[in-house]
């Protein structure tokens, strides 16, 4: 029931009946997956501090829950200042490429501004790039590449002076950040606390511990979400409506996303929590004394990025050492560093891993000849290309490749 | 001599303008500004691109996916007949060794944040109990579970890292192909949905047809408006126009005014095969043929008709050419998830050639955090979805969906006589194999009451405008319940006949109501305010 009045339920109920087609996501024929929706939005949304304001939807994953927030952001700025002629972004460089991806999809720019020295979001930049056509501000708790959160307050508070919605991508530590904030770990403000925050992403498929396929939009109020919503009204077919890119939405990742929050309950994600920052402490402080490595930047919660301290040791040829003896190293470039992801299966790897570590490195001090060889070679090479314009044509050329049947 | 001077006044401009660029944005910038001239040079580019093409097949045959590049393999193509259970669950146990195991193993710092424990099962149960059946048989069901689970831990994101879910996805893609008459040039992706595929198809053609055409300044799509509502959502999406052509009086799109509405910034025509509306074919051939000449993509949505329309041609019925034998088609969209018996989440979406394809994968060279491209809408794409798609269409084989089209058909072909026989009621132009729409013959008869009546009797009515009928797609869940719908179908239409003053209440009375609205604008604010307060916890 709508809760308002007889009436409005049986007006209301009538048009449910009038419409929806091709949506496995009715909500009257699948109630119980609607309920299911909408409490996993709301856990998610207090959680992340949001009020009773606070709204959202469920999504596929962090690339359309970023996705969304983009598109949303760009019809509530149009709305908001008709005169806009392309829309743009403004966002520091290591924010995540699904909203460069979203930039692209939409038709706006995105004016990346750079990170300081400690790969944090440069706020000055951030006030100086932004312009009369800016719809959005993006920030990252924290960013992937190097773990490190942006400065939320400021930019928020920034925001709030410019007018500007900001999102924060909080895909990755969305369901992490605060259990280890409630840890006692020092986690500086990155979610609705901050007045200037209008919109947040969180994937439950992350640290939220669900199957793959859920993640969450929250936006500030039900006004600004509506902005996401497609309604059509034309169709012969029928109303069409559609909260979120999918059309068809398969009820099972919602159950499961609802029954994985359910299952664990704070207690649940404190002790996860609790279990995986203190393998990322110890493997954090270990790292740091091995000779030639360093952290970059103060990565929070539970992941980190190696980097060389040594400019006799290539990070790049330490991964390739590291693939030999079984590990799949995810590499950063510009700087070159490795990000590390601290994840339940590692429970009781972490020893083996930093052993391996260790002997790796020292063997690629020893052998400097390294760097030029592997897939360390081929990074050093890419970074001295000029125009990334060929890398993306490779990138494109390498996926046309892969996803063809031979 | 005034030839000369231009020279040489050209010279020294562009000498300023690199001098300038080398001093105000540095030596990295200029660079990259010399390189971006140099390719503008003919020839440089498709130089670049071909040794680019080398480097990427030998950098793919020396890496984990070099076993699946197999020099004369014969082409993937749908099997004949059903694979038994036992031969798939032995290919499962082989797929499976080609993953990473990332809870043996531990050793991948990102992809899978999930364990395979008591959590994970009881999320499993949980999904089994909320994901629809995939409608087909229980040995279908069980299989394609078998898989989705067996798979359902992985994530699509790497093919490096998952090169098992890779090989699944590109062989779904070429059953398909082969199943849509496509040739071995005939490429594409897997999606989570027709909606994906859709929106895929809509922005690839919009970058294609940017490509081709750069001065278009606002692209647009030519489409009758009996086209999924999923185009008119990509075009809002990606800041492009729809212009809607009408039907004809038999329900299939108007082909001479699909070329009237054609314009200078037109980049895509999309025809349906068929619309879902009254599962009435669009004239694709004509279509085709008007979109060569014109030198226009045109994507063919099979959303819906893909895996049916095939069989029920190679039962006998007349079927229309709708898929790649007609040459102006450029693109296809198909759902594996409806007639194709798999779990929901899957569909196709076929392109040409590789070339066109290429405008639908997205890459980044700049992040950080890595070299980042991406072949669809999503990034993380759930493992289960690709594997139960995969299991679905060789559980089956050509024999198996000819064996359902067979049942199908048969209830199809015996709804539809009964029904043009019932006082009162007819079938919306002709339509083609399992669905069709139901409409008022007779101006006493609201078809609409005639829906609210069936819902009072247990049926959920799926319900059309403009014309008002109702559409109703026969399913495998319909065996055995054609009688009872038949008899209350009639027992309801009499009932409407004899009680006209329905028609003003229900939902009947809604859509009169809609109907009389002249502007569509506040309806769909309506769309958008019921959504919002849908999905909203109270």
Request: with cysteine; net charge neutral; glycine share 8%.
């Amino acid at each position: 029931k709508t809760g308002h009045s007889a009436e409005h339920d049986k007006i209301v109920k009538e048009f449910f009946h009038a419409f929806m087609h091709e949506n496995a996501l009715n909500p009257m024929i699948f109630p119980a997956l609607r309920l299911m929706e909408t409490e996993v939005v709301s856990m998610t949304a207090a959680m992340l501090n949001g009020d009773r304001e606070v709204v959202g939807f469920l999504t596929s994953g962090g690339t359309e829950s970023n996705l969304m927030a983009v598109k949303t952001f760009r019809d509530y700025g149009r709305a908001q200042r008709p005169y806009i002629r392309r829309p743009n972004i403004v966002t520091p460089i290591s924010v995540h490429p699904t909203i460069d991806k979203a930039a692209h999809y939409f038709d706006m720019d995105v004016i990346h501004t750079p990170m300081d020295k400690d790969f944090k979001a440069d706020v000055k930049a951030i006030e100086q790039a932004i312009n009369s056509d800016t719809v959005l501000i993006v920030a990252s708790a924290p960013q992937f590449c190097h773990s490190v959160m942006d400065p939320i307050k400021e930019i928020g508070a920034l925001a709030l002076r410019k007018g500007i919605p900001l999102h924060v991508d909080a895909c990755f530590g969305g369901f992490m950040l605060p259990w280890v904030e409630k840890l006692g770990y020092k986690i500086p403000k990155f979610d609705f606390r901050v007045p200037g925050v209008t919109s947040m992403s969180a994937d439950v498929h992350k640290y939220g511990y669900s199957v793959k396929g859920a993640s969450v939009i929250l936006y500030r109020n039900a006004d600004i979400r509506k902005h996401q919503i497609y309604a059509y009204a034309e169709w012969p077919g029928g109303l069409y409506g559609s909260p979120s890119m999918a059309g068809t939405r398969p009820g099972g990742n919602i159950a499961s996303a609802w029954a994985a929050m359910k299952a664990l309950g704070e207690s649940g994600y404190m002790a996860k929590a609790r279990e995986i920052m203190d393998i990322t402490d110890k493997l954090k402080a270990r790292i740091t004394s091995i000779k030639g490595l360093c952290l970059m930047g103060e990565p929070c919660m539970s992941a980190f990025a190696i980097g060389s301290s040594d400019s006799n040791l290539n990070i790049q040829a330490v991964a390739d050492v590291m693939e030999t003896k079984g590990w799949k190293m995810e590499r950063c470039q510009t700087p070159d560093c490795l990000h590390c992801s601290i994840l339940p299966h590692h429970t009781g790897k972490a020893d083996k891993f930093l052993d391996d570590l260790e002997a790796s490195t020292k063997h690629c001090m020893d052998n400097k000849a390294l760097a030029k060889k592997g897939t360390a070679g081929v990074y050093g090479m890419m970074a001295n290309i000029p125009d990334k314009g060929i890398v993306t044509d490779f990138l494109i050329e390498f996926f046309s490749e892969v996803y063809t049947c031979k | 001599m005034m030839f000369q001077l231009i020279e040489h006044v050209v010279f020294t401009l562009v000498l300023a303008v690199l001098i300038n660029v080398y001093y105000r944005k540095g030596p990295r910038y200029f660079l990259k500004i010399i390189v971006l001239a140099v390719k503008e040079l003919p020839g440089v580019q498709t130089l670049i691109d071909q040794v680019l093409k080398k480097e990427v097949t030998s950098f793919v045959k020396s890496s984990t996916l070099a076993q699946d590049v197999v020099a004369s393999k014969p082409r993937i193509v749908l099997p004949k007949s059903a694979f038994s259970s036992d031969d798939l669950h032995v290919q499962m146990g082989n797929l499976l060794k080609r993953e990473c195991n990332t809870q043996e193993d531990g050793n991948v710092f990102a992809y899978t944040y999930t364990m395979k424990d008591e959590h994970f099962k009881l999320q499993e149960e949980a999904f089994d109990m909320f994901e629809e059946k995939t409608g087909h048989s229980a040995e279908q069901d069980k299989i394609v579970k078998e898989f989705f689970h067996a798979f359902m831990h992985e994530n699509a994101l790497n093919p490096m890292i998952f090169p098992a879910l890779r090989l699944m996805e590109t062989e779904v893609v070429s059953m398909t192909a082969a199943m849509l008459n496509g040739d071995r040039e005939v490429v594409g992706f897997l999606t989570s949905g027709g909606t994906e595929s859709n929106l895929m198809a809509v922005k690839t053609f919009r970058d294609y047809g940017r490509a081709q055409r750069p001065h278009i300044r606002r692209p647009n799509i030519v489409t009758p408006i009996s086209v999924h509502p999923t185009i008119d959502k990509a075009a809002h999406y990606f800041d492009m126009d729809v212009i809607h052509t009408p039907m004809d009086k038999d329900f299939r799109a108007d082909v001479k005014a699909i070329e009237q509405a054609i314009n200078s910034d037109t980049v895509l025509i999309v025809a349906s095969a068929p619309q879902f509306c009254h599962s009435v074919m669009d004239p694709i051939e004509e279509i085709g043929a008007l979109a060569l000449r014109k030198g226009i993509p045109l994507h063919v949505d099979a959303c819906f008709g893909g895996f049916m329309l095939p069989w029920v041609e190679k039962l006998g019925y007349k079927i229309p050419k709708f898929d790649f034998r007609v040459p102006g088609v450029t693109s296809m969209s198909a759902d594996v998830h409806k007639y194709g018996y798999s779990v929901k989440g899957a569909s196709v979406i076929l392109y040409r050639n590789a070339d066109i394809r290429k405008h639908q994968i997205y890459a980044y060279a700049e992040w950080p955090g890595g070299l980042y491209g991406s072949p669809s809408m999503a990034g993380t794409r759930p493992g289960g979805n690709i594997a139960s798609a995969w299991a679905a269409m060789k559980a089956l084989g050509e024999s198996g969906y000819m064996g359902k089209a067979r049942e199908i058909m048969d209830i199809t072909d015996k709804m539809k006589a009964r029904i043009t026989s019932i006082k009162g009621l007819c079938l919306m132009g002709e339509p083609c194999m399992s669905a069709f729409a139901i409409g008022s013959s007779d101006s006493n008869l609201n078809i609409q009451a005639v829906a609210d009546v069936m819902e009072t009797k247990g049926w959920k009515m799926e319900r059309c405008q403009t014309p008002d009928c109702l559409h109703c797609s026969i399913l495998p869940h319909h065996t055995g319940k054609a009688d009872k719908f038949l008899d209350d179908l009639e027992a309801a239409t009499k009932h409407c006949m004899d009680n006209k003053a329905l028609a003003k209440k229900g939902t009947a009375g809604v859509y009169g109501m809609m109907a009389n609205i002249p502007d569509k604008g506040i309806v769909t604010d309506f769309l958008v305010e019921f959504f919002s307060e849908v999905y909203t916890c109270k």
